[in-house]
């Protein structure tokens, strides 16, 4: 299983047509976004590519492949527009022998992590850094980044998931950094 893994997109359009031309580039089985969908929220300025609409659509064309969990910028209004369930906190994926919690970051982080087994994986974005970072009993914390307002320094990113390696991609597909298992 192949996946690509984004977060925070907050209704920048270009970014998330951009994601979906390397999901297919890459070949990926399923896209996993990590919450903050549609809206930019309070605390950030708008990103330069906001087109909430155009996001809307380009999601909905694409709803077969899509996991995503509810970021604290995703409402019951947001899930009224989207055709693939957007409002669950978390998901556990099994993939390779790996256990991954996936959620947004907002309630469940490695400050106030969820109930995980020795080796599980952290999956989440909300900080808009990328990050792998080593806590708890052998657990592994794992963001993508944002790929519409990225901070700490860092380039518009996601994540490719394939055969237990995790690479954090800037949008043109520059190698960030990467973790195997």
Do not use: W
């Not at 270009?14 to 929220?41: A, N, Q, T």
């Not at 052998?138 to 390696?165: A, D, L």
Request: charged share 25%; proline share 6%; with cysteine.
């Amino acid at each position: 299983m192949k996946l690509l893994i984004a977060s925070d997109i907050h209704g920048d359009f270009e970014s998330m047509k951009r994601v979906i031309e390397m999901f297919k580039e890459e070949k990926c089985d399923k896209l996993i976004l990590l919450g903050d969908i549609l809206y930019h929220g309070p605390r950030n300025d708008l990103p330069c590519g906001y087109a909430p609409k155009n996001v809307i659509d380009l999601l909905n064309r694409e709803k077969e492949i899509i996991l995503a969990v509810r970021g604290n910028c995703d409402t019951e209004v947001d899930q009224m527009v989207l055709d693939f369930p957007i409002l669950a906190d978390y998901a556990y994926l099994a993939l390779d022998g790996l256990r991954i919690f996936a959620t947004h970051g907002h309630k469940f982080n490695t400050a106030t992590p969820p109930s995980l087994s020795k080796g599980d994986i952290l999956l989440h974005g909300h900080s808009h850094i990328p990050v792998f970072e080593d806590f708890g009993d052998g657990n592994v914390y794992i963001n993508p980044g944002s790929t519409s307002i990225p901070k700490g320094g860092f380039p518009k990113s996601c994540m490719i998931y394939e055969s237990r390696c995790f690479r954090t991609v800037d949008l043109d597909g520059n190698i960030i950094m990467s973790r195997s298992f």
